[in-house]
């Protein structure tokens, strides 16, 4: 067993990291990493990598102090996982790492390191065809759909702000954005904005009041509700729940037979509106941080 630590994957490595991910998820019914892991790989970014032999047995990258890792089926209960994790642990103070899907070897590796159970993010996920209610814009208050090139900079702001608090959603830049714009599965047409009803502000960026931006995965295909936010100069209109409300009258129109999302398990409000529009928890992927040291 043998550890590589990596700046900068090569355009190999990355072939054979996403080649372990698939195999994996296949293997477990579940993606070992988030979306931005995966982008972040796909981009050629730095990761520790396991090597069994010559073989890729496992892979662990790092955004922040919040750590993600898998390890092939045909590798494990060899040590490579609690290797991957102390490699990480090297590099931060504390380190966070999430569990997806809550899998029992991913408990066990945790309990055996010391690790804690401190927050939840819930998959929860509605059948096509469950009814919905009416949701109008209030007075003064329109929506359009997103577009490409004008409101990257005025959604960053809103985003930062509706998302202050939020350790992941809250940091992204306009770069996160764009890379998102490039993959295959955007579409402009279900990225909803609210708005001010004045052009004037519109134009300039300074009208956007909450977003809802859905997404059509290829590999399903299901709907998600990608991401929702309200900036809280508009908190109490209600915006939530319209944006919720019209993009799920979007994906529906696509023929999907569900639609899925993630919320953190300790925000209520969110969860609580979510459960009320039909959707059920699915699974949860829960985070997990090191409170002795692993080294």
Do not use: C
């Amino acid at each position: 067993m043998s550890l590589v630590v990596r700046n900068e994957l090569t355009d190999d490595e990355v072939a054979a990291v996403l080649a372990l991910t698939a195999e994996t998820t296949r293997a477990d019914g579940v993606r070992p990493v988030g979306e931005s892991a995966l982008l972040r790989l796909r981009d050629g970014g730095g990761a520790v990598l396991a090597y069994d032999g010559d073989a890729l047995a496992g892979v662990a990258v790092l955004d922040g102090d919040a750590g993600e890792l898998t390890v092939h089926p045909a590798f494990r209960r060899r040590g490579h996982g609690r290797a991957l994790v102390t490699a990480l642990a090297g590099q931060v103070e504390t380190l966070n790492v999430w569990a997806h899907g809550e899998l029992p070897g991913a408990i066990a590796l945790a309990e055996a390191l010391g690790f804690e159970r401190f927050r939840a993010l819930w998959k929860m996920e509605r059948p096509a065809g469950a009814p919905l209610p009416e949701a109008a814009p209030p007075p003064g208050v329109r929506l359009r759909t997103f577009t490409p090139g004008r409101d990257e900079d005025a959604w960053v702001r809103v985003n930062a702000r509706a998302f202050a608090h939020h350790p992941e959603q809250g940091r992204w830049t306009r770069a996160d954005l764009e890379r998102r714009e490039r993959e295959p599965w955007f579409s402009a047409e279900g990225f909803f904005l609210a708005v001010r009803d004045d052009a004037a502000e519109d134009e300039a960026g300074g009208g956007l009041l909450g977003f809802h931006w859905t997404k059509v995965h290829e590999d399903g295909p299901i709907g998600e509700v990608y991401v929702v936010g309200v900036d809280p100069s508009a908190q109490g209109l209600g915006l939530g729940r319209v944006l919720t409300v019209t993009g799920l009258r979007h994906l529906e129109s696509r023929g999907l037979p569900a639609v899925m999302l993630y919320v953190d398990e300790s925000n209520t409000a969110a969860t609580a509106l979510y459960t009320k529009l039909g959707f059920e928890l699915r699974s949860t992927d829960a985070m997990y941080r090191n409170s002795r040291s692993t080294r």
